[in-house]
């Protein structure tokens, strides 16, 4: 008589085919950011042919289902899967590979909706083994700012019923497949985007003094912001000040009349990130003022930082231990990229760990947003096995 671990890690295995086809489809027809119907389409149809009827759409490609265990009401534990693509042009040579130009999963969103979806098949064959009821969150948008889990909150995802917990999972070219890994507290960082319009006065560039000079307002400007983080951030918080482009279309005689500025703010700490943005546009502002110059300063407020809640958090870790071993689960360390998985954790109890999918053998070791960005796919056995074991293994804590 297996055991319900042993009866899940089965049927894992039994339709690893099925989801690993679930995954190339979705690979080879990738959706942008908002633009999923042909995506949302594909999983609502796959849910109703496992029996699944209680699904409805949110946020227009956003896709919630309920799957009802023994005395459903007990308790609700929500899985979120992301579904969006990036434009990115895919490089890989594979059967699968993006059927559309200019459009790639290449940060591995297929391997999060066709994980779900196998958590979806694997919960309805053991659903008269666990009580309660576990939601499955099909999210568009997740690439964009505001971020597809903002909309999906906004309208209602959250709530009838309401989850008291939500998981997330995502791939993590870093760590070797058949591991995962967990981090309790502080995890991800809020990601704000910034847009500087630096005007002067152009001129000759063998007569400065006849104009007023925007490259260098916009150089001071730059210097300055940096102080910001070095002088005015704890030392104990997590901060990341970085400008990408600068564009001053002069010539090497020629002083332009204005220069276009573009940078990430990222940091651990929502008080200390909106003051942080009020002092950057003050400063450059000023900067820019007492030059002669002005600063237009836009801010684009993009995904709060992610906080795994500790305990259950520490919950998911035991019983990914329990189902993967002791050596097969891994600690996190602080991660300065974004997500708008954030978004739930600041709602509710939530956890959000990291699929492992790399394979030095296989020569899979290109990293998310890539154009050779690949996983080995044995890593959607487990995806789909340990995101069922953990759901359950919540509704019974």
């Not at 939500?166 to 870093?174: A, K, S, T």
């Not at 482009?245 to 940091?267: D, H, L, S």
Request: hydrophobic residues 40%.
């Amino acid at each position: 008589m297996q055991t319900l671990k042993e009866q899940i890690q089965s049927l894992a295995k039994a339709y690893k085919e099925q989801i690993i086809q679930h995954r190339r489809h979705l690979h080879a027809n990738p959706e942008l950011s908002f633009q999923e119907f042909e995506t949302a389409n594909y999983v609502e149809k796959t849910l109703k042919d496992l029996g699944i009827t209680q699904l409805e759409r949110k946020a227009t490609t956003g896709i919630v289902a309920l799957v009802k265990g023994k005395n459903p009401d007990k308790k609700i534990v929500a899985l979120r899967a992301d579904m969006d693509a990036l434009p990115i042009i895919e490089a890989n040579d594979v059967s699968y590979k993006s059927t559309k130009e200019g459009i790639m999963h290449a940060c591995g969103h297929d391997v999060h909706t066709s994980s779900l979806l196998g958590v979806a098949k694997i919960l309805t064959e053991v659903k008269d083994s666990f009580e309660g009821t576990v939601k499955l969150i099909f999210q568009p948008g997740e690439e964009t700012a505001p971020g597809g889990a903002s909309y999906m909150i906004k309208d209602g995802a959250l709530q009838n019923p309401k989850p008291h917990a939500i998981l997330g999972q995502h791939v993590m070219p870093l760590i070797p497949v058949g591991k995962v890994g967990f981090r309790p507290g502080m995890y991800m960082a809020s990601a704000d985007e910034l847009y500087l319009t630096v005007k002067g006065k152009g001129g000759h560039g063998a007569m400065p003094e006849m104009g007023i000079d925007p490259v260098l307002i916009a150089s001071h400007i730059i210097v300055s912001l940096q102080q910001i983080i070095s002088r005015n951030a704890s030392p104990k918080v997590p901060s990341v000040l970085s400008f990408g482009k600068f564009i001053a279309n002069g010539a090497t005689n020629v002083i332009p009349n204005e220069v276009k500025i573009e940078g990430t703010f990222r940091t651990m700490d929502e008080p200390w990130r909106a003051d942080a943005l009020k002092r950057m546009k003050k400063m450059a502002e000023g900067i820019a003022e007492a030059m002669g110059g002005s600063c237009e300063f836009k801010i684009v407020n993009g995904y709060p930082y992610l906080e795994n809640h500790p305990e259950l958090t520490a919950k998911a870790k035991t019983a990914a231990i329990e189902y993967l071993g002791a050596d097969n689960v891994v600690d996190l360390d602080l991660w300065m990229a974004a997500e708008d998985f954030a978004y739930y954790t600041h709602e509710m109890d939530a956890c959000f760990y990291r699929l492992g999918t790399r394979n030095e053998a296989k020569g899979i070791t290109s990293g998310v947003h890539t154009p050779t960005f690949d996983i080995d796919e044995d890593a959607l056995e487990i995806g789909a096995g340990l995101m069922t074991w953990l759901a359950i293994k919540e509704l019974e804590a």
